[in-house]
């Protein structure tokens, strides 16, 4: 609509997305759960107001 040029990224493809998906799971997914099991691992709903999100980053930090 505003006449710019489009196009697309060498890495905007299925094959690129699939693989990312496909290293998540074998390499982070699983961080969840060791560092849940370490009880490192801390949960903050983001869907909510900045402040309130900032606020419990910072209590988690214990700042």
Same mark, same amino acid.
């Given at each position: 609509?505003?006449?710019?040029?489009?196009?697309?990224?060498?890495?905007?493809?299925?094959?690129?997305? /699939?693989?990312?998906?496909? %290293? $998540?799971?074998?390499?982070?997914?699983? @961080?969840?759960?060791?560092?849940?099991?370490?009880?490192?691992?801390?949960?903050?709903?983001?869907? /909510?107001?900045?402040?309130? %999100? $900032?606020?419990?980053?910072?209590?988690? @930090?214990?700042?």
């Amino acid at each position: 609509k505003c006449g710019g040029e489009m196009y697309q990224r060498d890495d905007d493809n299925e094959a690129t997305v /699939r693989n990312r998906l496909d %290293v $998540y799971e074998k390499s982070t997914s699983p @961080l969840i759960d060791y560092y849940r099991g370490c009880e490192l691992l801390v949960t903050i709903d983001g869907d /909510r107001d900045p402040n309130v %999100v $900032y606020a419990d980053v910072k209590e988690a @930090l214990n700042l």
